[in-house]
């Protein structure tokens, strides 16, 4: 694993917010009732979870077509949420899977900071509608 690497994925977790503010709040005003949101947060999580589970397992077979086209999915339902940093770690495995051949300690380094973000993005997505409830 290069220090570049490390250095790409410090600057998404420096440079975008795990969850885009604006963007919820703004879907939130259109939901007054939160279940729309807590409906699409709750089809995140599900497909979030399985989803990492096959990129991890198209990683293991170095299927990286198949890891790329996942992380395409991923991101584009990353970015509906909002959650920002998710969606730059998936566009960069996205986009290294394609590389003719991608370096496998980048991609597990992507993978497993995909997973730890996941984490933070759920439970700060699950914060929102707790603030949403007490007022």
């Known amino acids: ?3 570049q690497s490390l250095i790409q994925i410090d600057q998404i977790l420096l440079t975008f917010p795990i969850v885009d503010a604006v963007k919820i ?3 939130m005003s259109y939901d007054p009732t939160l279940d729309l949101i807590k409906e699409l947060i709750e089809i995140f999580n599900v497909e979030m979870k ?3 589970i096959l990129i991890k397992k198209e990683f ?3 299927n990286y077509e198949e890891l790329g086209k996942l992380s395409h999915r991923i991101r584009s339902t990353s970015l509906n949420l909002g959650t920002m940093r998710l969606a730059e770690i998936f566009k960069r495995l996205e986009y290294l899977s394609a590389e003719s051949n991608p370096p496998p300690s980048e991609l597990r380094l992507l993978i497993q900071a995909a997973e730890k973000e996941y984490v933070l ?3 700060k997505l699950d914060s929102y509608l ?3 409830r007490e007022k």
């Open 25 to 27: 709040e703004t879907m």
């Open 60 to 62: 293991e077979i170095k």
């Open 130 to 132: 707790g603030k949403s």
């Open 50 to 52: 399985d989803k990492l």
């Open 1 to 3: 694993m290069s220090d």
């Open 121 to 123: 993005a759920s439970e």
